[in-house]
């Protein structure tokens, strides 16, 4: 390698999709939420407050690494993490430098290969950013155990390290429906699961694909529910305006939309779904709870998702944080998320060290609370 150069983007768009994406694909560490797409639709109409800066490392000429980054003013998810989700509340006097979005299943960089000087030149970079904005904390989140090598370097760096949580992935290995329903470990399960499809079926509850016709209200209405059930949604969490950026003619996005329907044809749930490569991301979901005592739409859709990456080839499901116990009977795996922080100031630090302590202290215990719950459960099912 000649010499490692690095630049600050205001913009995604500073880079041309093509050769962005190019990086993004051919690494094992790209995902649909690093791709030129999902990072415009983000910057055009991200919920709270904030704006990219963005780190693009080159080799000569050449596109070499890239750490997506929004210097944030206000968050409605930071704004969880730092009051409801922790023991103890904390505020900074500055914006807080995140690489890159709390909306995002993974953040972390891209780089070809577990490149040590490109990761390392991007963390720096990203460091010296934050300064030169004044911010007052710089931080990655949601950072998958993949990205080994950015992890020690964080640690290298001074960074302040806990896990935040867990996504959930189903690996795809069945040429169909019924011969995944066989393979689960379970008669009872595979019993219970269908009897949860028939169910919803029986009563009318059907399922389409596609935008036409989407109410985008409707689905920020339905995917904000779960935050304001679970006391987190003070803020609301998702806008209109946000999740209408991320459809077909509005983004370059490999999006798709499930749309379940009472027997009257009324919405009573939506999935926004993203496709990367070989896998399927159940991005945002949205429920009307006040039916799904009768349509139970949640079993629907896992039925839906997983015929669908069958049927299209898809090689894994995703389908983030959170619901453990419900995933765990669809076979769904749980694969840890760390959060790495660091404060810009030797005061701010100490208060930032406490905080990641107490986010991963409060998170692992909401972890494992749902798996032991799950695991108890699963003799029944």
């Known amino acids: 390698m000649?010499?490692?150069?690095?630049?600050?983007?205001?913009?995604?768009?500073?880079?041309?999709?093509?050769?962005?994406?190019?990086?993004?694909?051919?690494?094992?560490?790209?995902?649909?939420?690093?791709?030129?797409?999902?990072?415009?639709?983000?910057?055009?109409?991200?919920?709270?407050?904030?704006?990219?800066?963005?780190?693009?490392?080159?080799?000569?000429?050449?596109?070499?690494?890239?750490?997506?980054?929004?210097?944030?003013?206000?968050?409605?998810?930071l704004h969880d993490y730092q009051s409801s989700l922790v023991t103890r509340p904390v505020r900074?006097?500055?914006?807080?430098?995140?690489?890159?979005?709390?909306?995002?299943?993974?953040g972390g960089v891209v780089v070809r290969g577990a490149d040590v000087p490109v990761t390392a030149g991007l963390v720096d970079a990203l460091t010296h950013a934050a300064r030169d904005q004044r911010a007052a904390v710089v931080g990655f989140v949601n950072v998958p155990e993949e990205q080994g090598t950015?992890?020690?370097?964080?640690?290298?760096?001074?960074?302040?390290?806990?896990?935040?949580?867990?996504?959930?992935?189903l690996a795809i290995r069945w040429p169909s429906y019924e011969e995944y329903l066989r393979q689960l470990p379970t008669y009872n399960r595979r019993r219970?699961?269908?009897?949860?499809?028939?169910?919803?079926?029986?009563?009318?509850?059907r399922f389409t694909l596609g935008f036409e016709g989407v109410d985008w209200d409707h689905v920020a209405e339905l995917a904000n529910w779960p935050f304001s059930r679970h006391g987190t949604g003070a803020v609301p969490h998702f806008t209109a305006r946000y999740l209408e950026a991320n459809a077909p003619g509005r983004s370059s996005c490999?999006?798709?939309?499930?749309?379940?329907?009472?027997?009257?044809?009324?919405?009573?749930?939506?999935?926004?779904?993203?496709?990367?490569?070989?896998?399927?991301?159940?991005?945002?979901?949205?429920?009307?709870?006040?039916?799904?005592?009768?349509?139970?739409?949640?079993?629907?859709?896992?039925?839906?998702?997983?015929?669908?990456?069958?049927?299209?080839?898809?090689?894994?499901?995703?389908?983030?944080?959170?619901?453990?116990?419900?995933k765990v009977r669809y076979g769904f795996t749980q694969h840890p998320l760390q959060l790495a922080m660091r404060g810009l100031s030797a005061d701010v630090d100490d208060t930032v060290r406490g905080w990641v302590a107490d986010i991963a202290r409060n998170a692992w215990h909401r972890f494992e609370t749902k798996m032991a719950r799950a695991q108890a459960g699963g003799g029944r099912d």
């Open 2 to 77: 000649s010499t490692l150069t690095t630049r600050v983007l205001a913009s995604v768009t500073e880079i041309a999709p093509a050769e962005w994406d190019q990086l993004v694909c051919g690494s094992p560490l790209g995902t649909a939420f690093h791709t030129h797409g999902w990072l415009r639709a983000y910057e055009t109409a991200a919920p709270g407050a904030c704006r990219p800066m963005h780190i693009a490392a080159f080799d000569g000429r050449d596109l070499v690494g890239v750490c997506p980054a929004f210097l944030v003013s206000d968050c409605p998810r």
């Open 92 to 106: 900074f006097a500055g914006p807080v430098v995140l690489a890159h979005s709390l909306y995002a299943f993974y």
């Open 150 to 169: 950015l992890l020690s370097c964080l640690e290298r760096s001074g960074f302040h390290r806990g896990y935040i949580s867990s996504t959930n992935r």
């Open 192 to 205: 219970n699961l269908r009897r949860e499809r028939r169910r919803g079926e029986s009563r009318g509850l």
């Open 254 to 326: 490999d999006s798709d939309m499930m749309v379940a329907r009472d027997a009257s044809g009324r919405p009573i749930g939506y999935a926004l779904s993203l496709r990367h490569g070989g896998t399927l991301f159940g991005w945002v979901m949205g429920l009307d709870y006040d039916a799904m005592s009768e349509y139970n739409q949640n079993h629907g859709y896992y039925h839906q998702l997983i015929e669908y990456a069958i049927r299209h080839g898809l090689e894994t499901i995703d389908t983030g944080r959170g619901a453990y116990q419900f």
